[in-house]
């Protein structure tokens, strides 16, 4: 019970990274780019203290390939939904392509046991 509750916790810590990063990222389309670049620095800087956290339970190829292609999906969806851009029919397969690619990965994960 007790790997199971790490595990959890390690998703959450990936989860939180994943957040950070799309926070950190958006941030590069503020006017002001001094701020744009320190906030960015500051959240990226934390996201990758929490992926450090994520990987201690989560294998690292799985961990990071989640954590790209959600990051991706997430920046797209900021970039359509706050910054007004649009999205390609391309663009939108891709996005559903990588959420499908975010499932077939964690279904094919080895558990520890």
Not at 84 to 97: A, D, K
């Amino acid at each position: 019970m007790k790997i199971k509750k790490d595990i959890l916790i390690a998703w959450f810590f990936l989860i939180g990274a994943i957040i950070f990063e799309v926070v950190g990222t958006s941030f590069l389309k503020m006017e002001n780019k001094a701020f744009g670049y320190i906030f960015m620095t500051l959240f990226i800087a934390f996201s990758y203290f929490l992926m450090g956290f994520a990987v201690r339970k989560i294998q690292i190829g799985i961990a990071y390939a989640v954590w790209e292609l959600l990051g991706v999906v997430l920046i797209l969806l900021v970039s359509f939904l706050l910054f007004r851009e649009s999205l390609t029919n391309f663009q939108i397969l891709g996005i559903v392509l990588s959420i499908l690619g975010i499932i077939m990965i964690n279904l094919g994960e080895i558990k520890e046991k």
